[in-house]
């Protein structure tokens, strides 16, 4: 079989990745003729490397990615279409810290790296004739920094209220402009976005952005049931209670504790 396409859905994170793949994974038999999808729970040492170079993007944790991805797309067969979606692939979230409590300002420094050694080792995999793509899906920059201060509040320790978490950046990141950015990188290979103020009310959700990319039939497409969506983020309420708990409780056991007891009362 030949292969023709490859398309890499790299992120953004909080743009709706896990609502698409949660989707594709719960309906991979019945889209196997058509594509063959691998989300971030397949990429395993892959997927965890990628974030590893955003935190430090050095030299040597870029090779340990390539030769993670390389020994991961050995393991897959050919197909007609196939689909790699990792929000890791475009590195750390922003406002994640590096050493020295350096804030991390945006993608672009880890995503561009990492969308080459990808073109690089896919096409090492299936030839250097193989179509690759990638598809960023993207969100206003409001709710977006919203939504990654909720998270990080949640999963580290983020001692700043909303307000001083956006003063931070020295400008909060727009995710088009990334993907901007990632596409002059790394042309002619194309570079597709997708906003989840589109896609994410449609019947068929953010898959829909993969689903148009593929061409698939209208016909299958209609026997897909309606998506719902998944990794909702808690309320302003307990994110405020995060970012006070993240200043009281000094001893980091006790405050993982204490935010997984608040999440499990939800």
């Known amino acids: 079989m030949t292969l023709t396409r490859v398309i890499i859905h790299a992120g953004f994170h909080k743009t709706g990745t896990s609502s698409l793949q949660d989707y594709f994974g719960k309906h991979r038999k019945t889209l196997k003729p058509f594509v063959d999808f691998y989300r971030k729970s397949d990429f395993l040492a892959a997927g965890k490397l990628s974030n590893r170079y955003g935190l430090m993007p050095y030299i040597r944790r870029r090779l340990q990615f390539r030769f993670a991805l390389r020994r991961f797309l050995n393991t897959i ?3 007609e279409n196939i689909v790699l979606s990792c929000e890791g692939f475009s590195g750390l979230m922003p406002g994640h810290r590096r050493f020295g409590a350096r804030t991390i300002q945006n993608y672009t420094r880890s995503a561009i790296p990492l969308a080459k050694e990808i073109i690089r080792e896919v096409q ?4 250097p004739d193989v ?3 990638f598809l960023y899906t993207t969100r206003a920059t409001e709710p977006w920094i919203k939504s990654v201060y909720g998270h990080l509040s949640r999963s580290i320790r983020i001692r700043e209220d909303h307000a001083e978490f956006c003063g931070l950046f020295d400008t909060v990141p727009n995710l088009d402009h990334e993907a901007g950015k990632i596409a002059e990188a790394i042309a002619p290979v194309p570079v597709h976005t997708a906003a989840l103020e589109h896609f994410g009310p449609k019947r068929l959700g953010m898959a829909q952005a993969i689903f148009e990319l593929l061409d698939i039939p209208d016909e299958a497409l209609a026997k897909l049931p309606k998506a719902k969506r998944t990794n909702v983020g808690q309320s302003e309420e307990i994110t405020a209670k995060f970012c006070g708990l993240n200043n009281e409780i000094k001893n ?3 405050l993982k504790q204490k935010k ?3 999440l499990a009362g939800l």
Do not use: L, T
Not at 124 to 127: D, E, K, S, V
């Open 77 to 79: 067969p050919e197909a």
């Open 260 to 262: 997984a007891d608040i």
């Open 131 to 133: 179509q690759v793509e």
């Open 124 to 127: 090492r995999r299936f030839g």
């Open 252 to 254: 980091a056991r006790a």
